[in-house]
């Protein structure tokens, strides 16, 4: 089924309270509007998003990362409103679903649902419990009759049920006949995108309901929406991760970006958080551990581990409190308290407790390269740039400042004195 896609994003977002675009807020590693490009990517070759305030900004963050994606800036100051947003918006197909760019939980599955049949419009209707300031639609004998928004309905309409979700599937005519014949006569001096419906009607042309479901429709207008949707959002990948054999203990505490991936089977404790587009194969992050765009391979994280960006662990085991990042362990064992930063370490090597990586030296980071079967010693400071050939074996508490050749022992250590019975003449006591 060819059909076309218009997402309206101009709106201004003032309940969100900030400086950044309603729409570019994030939701599981994502801005908001980039869930509703996918879910309108998956049913759609012809998408365009509908921008105006901040529109450069939002459009160069979308250009970043999608390509083919078409821009309309509305005439907001003389056509506001949602059907002033519609107005010059040229399509390719002969149905268009019109999205809102706030609606980041929408599913593939529903634009389909949307999609069907012949009717003139097809328009997705909540029925909650109670009704709240939604438009009300009027539904007579399994037909839409009109919708009236929520500032303009006497009390008896009020209590109208069916609220209109916002989002509609429309044939060319209705594009080409109703939207240049909107008008702004109603207590918001808006153009109502809404007013198409009794258009139709009018004209004797079918408008079918379409009842959605609530959760997945829900716009997001301000931070407490944000964060429920967050919740929503994190349930659904959660669920689907452990359908696709994630094990996850406690998955309520855990946090998943909707980028990583997993394969094979993967556990995560409860506290872990996955962020970024980390991939897990077989791996195993323990309680309270968090993982940002890294590689995880056959290796266990934790507790209380935490891998930076550009990380790749094979076969190693990080353990608490020990943080890597930008570095690449394959077969290593770093179990406690530990800093790993630009570094590569070979296989069978040995990172003792309190080991540094000193990679700053206040003006540039520095690499430390390790080689296989090499032996650290706890409290070991590694001062980079240093290579530390294969099977050296380095003292506790030594300071390294240059490179170590294979098979050395590295120890630099000031001579331990001892003064016998100081404790006795220091306390004043006897012996
Ligand atoms: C609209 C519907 C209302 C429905 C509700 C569901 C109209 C007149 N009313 O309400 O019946 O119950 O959605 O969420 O359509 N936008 C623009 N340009 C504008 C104004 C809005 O692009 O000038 C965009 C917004 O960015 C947003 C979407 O349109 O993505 C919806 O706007 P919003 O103000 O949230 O909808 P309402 O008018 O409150
Ligand atoms: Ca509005």
New binding site residues.
Partial sequence: MALSVVI????Q?TRMKSDTP??LHEISGKPMLFHTLDAAQAVSDDITV?L?HQAARIQQEIEALYHNIRFHI?D?ENF??????MRGVATQHDRTLIL???MPLLTEASLQLLAEGEAEINMSIILPERPYA??RVVIEKGRVQK?I?DKDCTPEQKQIRH????VYCVSRHVLETYIPRLSNHNAQA?Y???DIVQMAVEDDKEVHPVIVEEREFQ?V?SKLDLAHAERFMQDRIKAGLMMQGVSMRLPETIYVDCRASFEGECILENGATILGESRLIRAHIKAHSVIESSQIEDSTVGPMGRVRPDTLLKKSHIGNFVEVKKSTLAGVKAGHLSYIGDSIVGEGSNIGAGVITCNYDGKSKHQTVIGKNVFIGSDTQLIAPVTIADEVMIAAGSTVNKNIEKGSLAISRAPLKTVRNFFYKFFGKEA
């Fill in positions: 309206l994003a101009a709106g977002g309603k729409v509908v105006y509305q907001a506001p409103g949602t059907g002033g947003a809102n760019g706030d939604y438009g919708i928004e609220l209109n979700a916002g808006e109502y995108l809404t716009g207008n």
